[in-house]
């Protein structure tokens, strides 16, 4: 029973990823089709038209196997191995970089969500 509900809710979660695909390819949009189908779930959520337990369940077995969904396009790269040829301590030095910057700027950003959160 478990399993039924858990591919019911990533049904439903994959409506909302090809709404937002068939909204993306219609208005010929620049943004992915993905995304705006994020965005459709989350106002969703946010106006209580989708509850959170429709879709709790499936979201989080999606979570839990997330590495899963790496490897395709890491097996793609390797259709691209000659574009990285030469270029292996520049790419770790950007993957630092960027590492660095994310962890700073969603540290900071939870930090002020936090300290205003304690304000009200």
Not at 23 to 29: G, K
Not at 58 to 83: Q, S
Request: charge should be positive.
């Amino acid at each position: 029973m478990k399993a039924v509900r858990i591919a019911s809710q990533i049904a439903l979660l994959f409506v909302f990823y090809y709404i937002g695909a068939w909204i993306q390819e219609t208005l010929h949009l620049f943004i992915p089709g993905s995304v705006i189908g994020l965005a459709l779930m989350f106002l969703c959520l946010l106006l209580g038209v989708v509850r959170v337990s429709w879709i709790q369940d499936g979201a989080g077995f999606m979570v839990t196997h997330l590495a899963l969904f790496f490897i395709p396009a890491t097996v793609g790269i390797l259709n691209y191995y000659h574009l990285f040829i030469g270029k292996g301590i520049l790419l770790i030095v950007i993957t630092i970089i960027s590492t660095l910057l994310v962890m700073g700027s969603a540290g900071f950003i939870s930090e002020k969500l936090a300290t205003k959160g304690g304000k009200d």
